[in-house]
């Protein structure tokens, strides 16, 4: 499966953007999927993962309250809203894809990624 992940930008603090991660190749509807995200001179730490099931989520606590992921399985897309959004959410942002339908934290549990989109949010 192919993942292509957008919407990223430049936004200031307090601002939302909305990103995207489309699959190709394959329907990932059943399998849970994941944002993670990387900053410079840092490892890629987890974001939000939502289930392949029954739309369960899971939230990192830094981004909780503020962000929002979701599906659209008819799309073959998922959704990361991004909310009051601060400096130190400034990153590379990723989706990835699971083999299975269950919820993960770990990069190393999901099998396929996207290219990765850029959010820069300026103080």
């Known amino acids: 499966v192919q993942l292509q992940a957008s919407g990223g930008g430049l936004v200031q603090t307090g601002g939302s953007l909305r990103l995207s991660c489309a699959a190709s190749?394959?329907?990932?509807?059943?399998?849970?999927v994941g944002w993670f995200r990387q900053a410079p001179g840092k490892d890629r730490e987890f974001v939000a993962a939502i289930s392949g099931s029954d739309g369960g989520t899971t939230y990192a606590d830094s981004v909780k309250g503020r962000f929002a992921i979701s599906r659209d399985n008819a799309k073959n897309t998922v959704y990361l809203q991004m909310n009051s959004l601060k400096p130190e959410d400034t990153a590379v942002y990723y989706c990835a894809v699971r083999g299975t339908t269950y919820l993960g934290t770990r990069p190393n549990l999901y099998r396929y990624w996207g290219q990765g989109t850029q959010v820069t949010v300026s103080s």
């Open positions: 190749g394959r329907t990932f509807s059943g399998y849970a």
